[in-house]
């Protein structure tokens, strides 16, 4: 990897669901500034990583640092205000809010005014709404969503929807992007748009992504550095050049015997 302050540490994590082990004493560093690719077959334990990294699960053992802090010290809600901000497979906006409104949901999560402000109406509630306003409207324009601004995010095409829910994670200005298989439901010219986004957004924003997607060829097209799991342990780090020619992950793909895979430098 290159020579970067790291932003993510994810040290020893280890997840467990009764007797079956979802990820094995997993860590990895991932500096800030880069697109990290996180790959592997069905049940490899992305996800798990992931549900991780947004506390919607609690590791059985190790800790997840963002910048030197344990993220599992602190509460739920709280994540989107240290700076990570997650898409979801499985689309999860408000289908009648407009695509704008969309958005600004995101906005609120980093809103400064609190509950009883905005229940109030007080004058710097108004102040913050321009705000969120104002950072709807760039995203808009960054997603080249601003033509479909006004209309129910329900009734647009999948691949805009998918770019709604993109903006909503980006409102909340992350410095850490969790992008969870991001290329689904995707045709060609979508998934080809999808990597010009990723890498457009690593560049003008500054920020660091960790990638989740089954669609290996973007991974390799986007990232800077990538990670292999294969039940629930890392087989293998490096360049996308490194990962495609390392034994370990050609057998998780292609379903060779796991112990007629040559050891590798990079392997875990």
Request: proline share 5%; glycine share 10%.
């Amino acid at each position: 990897m290159e020579d970067r302050a790291t932003l993510l540490s994810v040290r020893g994590v280890g997840v467990r669901f009764g007797g079956i082990v979802a990820l094995d004493s997993v860590s990895l560093d991932v500096p800030r500034g880069i697109v990290c690719g996180l790959i592997g077959p069905n049940g490899a334990g992305k996800t798990t990583l992931f549900n991780c990294l947004s506390r919607l699960y609690e590791p059985s053992v190790g800790d997840i640092l963002l910048d030197g802090r344990s993220i599992l010290k602190q509460p739920v809600h709280a994540m989107a205000g240290l700076g990570i901000g997650r898409t979801f497979q499985n689309l999860a906006m408000f289908r009648t809010l407009s695509v704008r409104r969309n958005i600004m949901v995101g906005a609120h999560s980093g809103s400064r005014a609190g509950f009883l402000a905005s229940a109030l109406r007080l004058p710097r509630v108004k102040a913050e709404e321009t705000r969120l306003a104002s950072e709807a409207d760039r995203i808009l324009e960054l997603l080249d969503l601003v033509s479909v601004a006004e209309r129910p995010a329900g009734d647009l095409p999948f691949g805009i929807q998918k770019r709604v829910e993109l903006g909503r994670a980006l409102a909340s200005r992350p410095r850490l992007l969790l992008l969870d298989e991001p290329a689904a439901g995707l045709n060609h010219e979508e998934l080809s748009g999808l990597a010009e986004t990723i890498i457009n957004l690593r560049n003008s924003l500054g920020l660091t992504v960790l990638l989740v997607e089954h669609h290996v060829s973007l991974v390799m097209a986007v990232s800077d550095h990538v990670v292999a799991l294969n039940f629930g342990r890392k087989i293998a780090e490096g360049s996308p050049a490194d990962i495609q020619a390392h034994p370990e992950v050609i057998a998780a793909y292609l379903g060779a015997p796991r112990d007629k895979a040559e050891p590798h430098g990079a392997a875990a």
